[in-house]
């Protein structure tokens, strides 16, 4: 049998700007630059796929500059010329070839996927067994960094029936300040209203024991990453100590890390990020343990544009334990788009185009308006 190959793969670099600043423990951001990936087949079929990161190289250790350079030097003359249908032999072929590069990993693996599903005819979903829902619940970030401002805005989605639970980052200010902000806002949208908190690793083991249970104390939801991502057993006394549940995100990073995680219990919650884990096929891997352990899970985002929003929608659609819905609002926190149909949110919940692949088409002409120069 005769196998369609790789014949090109093309990264762009677009610059989105975002409707607000938006706040985070380690950086501001203003726009959102993301890599978009191109890979044209022999049998005519492109598949698209997105690597993206928050705040430069402030949050990982890839930047969308090194991960543009590594895919065009390393990546593509690995891949072109290999059959596009094999991929998982092509994921383990770049995992022997190129240590680490989680992110641009990922968007590999999303194009090949994008591009197997638009081949067959059937949503990416589909090659992971098939999606159990069509639409996935949406939390919204409050990041203005005010808290009058994060109280309308909050009231005001409420109103919209656009989203039901809010998430605060916090870290940046002394721990008084920011509990107080949580606090305030927690109560203005009252208890039926979810609120959770992601500290992004800001506090040390004692700081954070004491903000924990204040924050608890003011009926907070769910605490994520409150400590830095190396000390596994602080988060496992955390996470034993608290009711509220205890997320682990940042140190959830890979299949290795949730298998450690799990073995001592150091959450109650793992935050998927398909960047993190470098692909869908992983983050299918760390959802089977965390279903083993008895962990509950949570869509992540990087703040991705909708194809890697997509992306992740379409794994964590076929996911069991997804208890604590997504954050896949990262489309919403942009002024523009580069495809031609956006994500259709509305009622608490986003929903995944059905269409063969990921759904969606690229804008050309948007992705030369927004790409870098």
Known sequence: MEYPLIEKIETIIVDLPTIRPHHLSMAVMRSQAMVIIRLICSDGIEGIGESTTI???????????????NIDTYFSPLLVGKSATQINALMKMLDKNVSGNNFAKSGIETALLDAQGKRLGVPVSALF????????PVLWTLASGDTQKDIDEAHLLIKENRH?????????????IDIAHVAAIKKAVGEDIKVTVDVNQAWSEQVAKRGIQKLQDAGIDLIEQPIIKTNFEGLARLTQYFEVPIMADEAAGTVVDAFKLAKIHAASVFALKIS?????????????IALGAGISLYGGTMLEGTIGTLASAHIFASLPNLDWGTELFGP????????????????NVMEIPQGPGLGIELDMNQIEKYKRK
């Not at 067994?129 to 996935?136: E, F, N, V, Y």
């Not at 919403?332 to 509305?346: G, P």
């Open 55 to 69: 705040g430069g190289i402030s949050y990982a250790d890839e930047s969308p500059e090194g991960i543009k350079l």
């Open 276 to 288: 993190k884990s470098g692909g869908l096929t992983n983050i299918q891997h760390q959802a089977a």
């Open 164 to 176: 039901n639970t809010f998430k605060l980052k916090i870290g940046r200010n002394d721990p008084k």
């Open 129 to 136: 067994g098939g999606a159990i829902t069509d639409t996935l």
């Open 332 to 347: 919403l926190l942009l002024t523009d788009d580069i495809v031609k149909k956006r994500i259709v949110y509305q009622n």
